[in-house]
C-alpha cells in the first residue's frame, strides 16, 4: 500500500543511496524508479522555499511522492488529497519550454478527472521559482510561488492516507474495440513507448516520405491494438486508410468506421475474395497480423510493393491459436521483409502484475514470482458437475465477469458446448474486459514439468493451452477460474494462490 510522507523529513536526507532507501520505506512502495540525483537535489530547494514562506514542518505531512497510477505508469511529481480536493504540484529543476509544461499539466488533468474532485495542478522550476498554474480553461498561467504555498497551506488538514484504491485500470485503459466511443473522442493518452514508436513511424513517413514495411510486436497488454489504431486515425487524416483485422471483427470496429472519415477496417478473410480493395489505400495496417492466412499475407506483402504503400504489422509471437498458425510463422515472415523500422512494446499496461504473475504461473507451475504475490483478484472455484459450473458461471456473472469459453470445432462435439459464453477465444482478439471468466477441464492437465497441456481439441488445428491464454490474457483487473471435475488439476492451481 503507497503511504503519505512528510516532505520535510525525506528531503533532509543528502546521500543518494540512503535517500533511495528510506524513500521507498517511507512510501510504502514495493519497488521504487530510483530518484535522479537532480530530483533529490529539486525536491530539497521546493522545500526550502515553501519553508522560507512560513510553511511548517507539519503543514508538509501527507503528499504522496512521485506516484504512479497502478498498472499505467503514469507519475505525478507530488499529490495531496482530502476528500473533496486534490493538489498536484510538478518539480521542474531547471526551465524547460512552456509548451512542455502545459501538456504535462493537461495530461495529468485527464488522469485525475475521474476523482470529481476540485483539483489544482502547478509546476515549479525550482531554482528560480518561476510557477505556473493550469487554469479551468485548460490555459498555462505564469503565477507567484505565493499561490502554491497558500495552496500547500489549505490542505495541512484533513488529508487522505490512502489513495490506491481510488485509482482503477478501467479509468485510463482505452480499447478501440470495447470503448471506441472513446477512442473517436481522443479520450486516452498513450505510453512514452507508444509515444515513441509513434513518431518513430510517422517521422519516417511524413518527414521522410519512406514506403514500406514496419513491425511492432508485443505481448498480451502491451497496448499494440491501441497504438495501432491510433496510428491509424492519425494516418486516416492524410490519405485513405485500411485496418486489416486477423480475426472477427466486433460491434466496436463498425463504430470506428461510421465515424472516422478516410478509415476501413475489414476481416483479413475478406483479401480471398476482393485483395483488390488493398489498391484503395495508402496505409495498410493489420492488427494481430501473426493469425495471417500465408496466401493472403503474400498479397498483401506483393500489392504494397507494387503501389509502393505503407503497410504496419501488429503482432505477437506468443498468441498461436492453432497449429495452422504455428506452421506459418507469419511473424519470422514479417521480420524478414527488410523492414523500415523493427519495435517492440515490453512494458504490460493492461494486466497488472499480481494477474500477469498468475497467469504465468498457471501455464508454468516452476515459474514463481520472485517477490510474495498477493492474489486478490483472482478466485478459484471448483465444480463437481457441469450444472454446478453453470451455477458458478451464472454467479460469477452477476459479479460482472465475461465468460470466455474456448472455440468449437465445426464438425465434431466439443464438451464445452454444454456451456453458453458471452464470448469465445476466436471472438475476443484484440479486444479487453475488466473481470474475466473461464473454465477449465479434463482437457487440461500437467506434464512432469508443471507446464499446462490439453489433450487434441476436437478441431485437431486448435490447442487448447493456446486458447486458454488468449482468452485469460484479455483481463484487466480480476480473473475468476473455474475447474470442472478435475481435483488434481485444480489442486495444483490452487498451490499458486496458498
Known amino acids: 500500500m503507497t503511504k503519505p510522507v512528510n516532505l520535510f523529513l525525506i528531503s533532509r536526507i543528502t546521500d543518494e543511496s540512503t535517500y533511495q532507501r528510506v524513500e521507498r520505506h517511507a512510501s510504502g512502495k514495493d519497488e521504487s524508479k530510483r530518484t535522479q540525483i537532480h530530483e533529490i537535489i529539486s525536491l530539497r530547494q521546493l522545500v526550502d522555499s515553501l519553508l522560507r514562506y512560513g510553511i511548517s514542518t507539519e503543514e508538509l505531512d501527507g503528499f504522496f511522492l512521485s506516484y504512479q497510477i497502478p498498472q499505467i505508469g503514469k507519475e505525478f511529481d507530488l499529490l495531496k488529497f482530502t476528500e473533496s480536493r486534490c493538489l498536484n504540484i510538478e518539480i521542474k529543476s531547471q526551465s524547460v519550454p512552456t509548451e512542455d509544461i502545459h501538456k504535462q499539466l493537461i495530461k495529468n488533468k485527464h488522469y485525475l478527472a475521474h476523482l470529481q474532485k476540485e483539483t489544482e495542478f502547478y509546476s515549479v522550476i525550482t531554482d528560480s521559482l518561476v510557477t505556473y498554474r493550469l487554469t479551468e480553461n485548460n490555459e498555462l498561467q505564469q503565477i507567484s510561488f505565493s499561490e502554491v504555498v497558500k495552496s500547500v497551506r489549505e490542505f495541512a488538514n ?23 466511443e472513446k477512442f473517436i473522442n481522443g479520450e486516452y493518452f498513450l505510453t512514452q513507448a507508444q509515444e515513441q514508436i509513434k513518431r518513430n513511424i510517422l517521422s519516417d513517413i511524413f518527414v521522410l516520405g519512406c514506403c514500406g514495411f514496419y513491425s511492432i510486436i508485443g505481448k498480451p497488454g502491451t497496448g499494440k491494438t491501441l497504438l495501432t489504431y491510433d496510428i491509424a486515425k492519425e494516418l486516416s487524416k492524410t490519405q485513405p486508410t485500411l485496418v486489416i483485422h486477423c480475426g472477427k471483427t466486433s460491434d466496436g470496429q463498425q463504430k470506428l468506421k461510421e465515424a472516422l472519415e478516410n478509415f476501413n477496417i475489414i476481416a483479413a478473410g475478406y483479401l480471398k475474395y476482393h485483395p483488390e480493395i488493398l489498391n484503395d489505400y495508402h496505409y495498410i495496417l493489420v492488427d494481430e497480423s501473426h493469425r495471417f492466412h500465408p496466401d493472403q499475407f503474400d498479397t498483401l506483402c506483393n500489392t504494397v510493393k507494387q503501389n509502393k504503400q505503407i503497410c504496419v504489422f501488429s503482432s505477437d509471437p506468443e498468441q498461436i491459436l492453432s497449429s495452422f498458425e504455428k506452421r506459418n510463422n507469419i511473424v519470422s515472415r514479417i521480420l524478414s521483409l527488410g523492414l523500415l523500422g523493427k519495435y517492440e512494446l515490453s512494458e504490460k499496461i493492461r494486466t497488472n502484475k499480481e494477474l500477469a504473475s498468475f497467469i504465468i504461473s498457471v501455464r508454468n507451475l516452476n515459474r514463481k514470482p520472485k517477490v510474495p504475490m498477493v492474489y486478490d483478484n483472482v478466485s478459484l472455484a471448483y465444480a463437481n458437475s457441469v450444472d454446478e459450473a453453470k451455477q458458478i458461471i451464472e454467479y460469477f456473472r452477476n459479479q460482472g465477469y465475461t465468460f470466455i469459453n474456448y472455440s468449437k470445432s465445426n464438425y465434431c462435439y466439443s464438451p464445452y458446448a454444454q456451456y453458453e459464453e458471452d464470448f469465445d477465444t476466436h471472438h475476443v482478439i484484440g479486444q479487453e474486459f475488466d473481470n474475466v471468466l473461464m473454465l477449465m477441464d479434463r482437457s487440461f492437465f500437467y506434464d512432469g514439468n508443471g507446464i499446462l497441456k490439453g489433450v487434441p481439441h476436437p478441431n485437431p488445428d486448435y490447442l487448447y493451452p493456446n486458447l486458454f491464454y488468449q482468452g485469460i490474457t ?17 489442486e495444483k492451481i490452487s498451490s499458486i494462490v496458498e
Do not use: C, H, W
Not at 480473473?479 to 485444480?490: K, M, R, S, T, Y
Open 158 to 180: 484533513g488529508y487522505l492516507l490512502q489513495i490506491d484504491n481510488m485509482f482503477r485500470a478501467s479509468n485510463y485503459l482505452v480499447s478501440p474495440l470495447n470503448t471506441p
Open 474 to 490: 484479455r483481463v484487466r483487473e480480476k480473473i475468476a477460474l473455474v475447474v470442472v471435475g478435475a481435483p488434481e488439476l485444480f
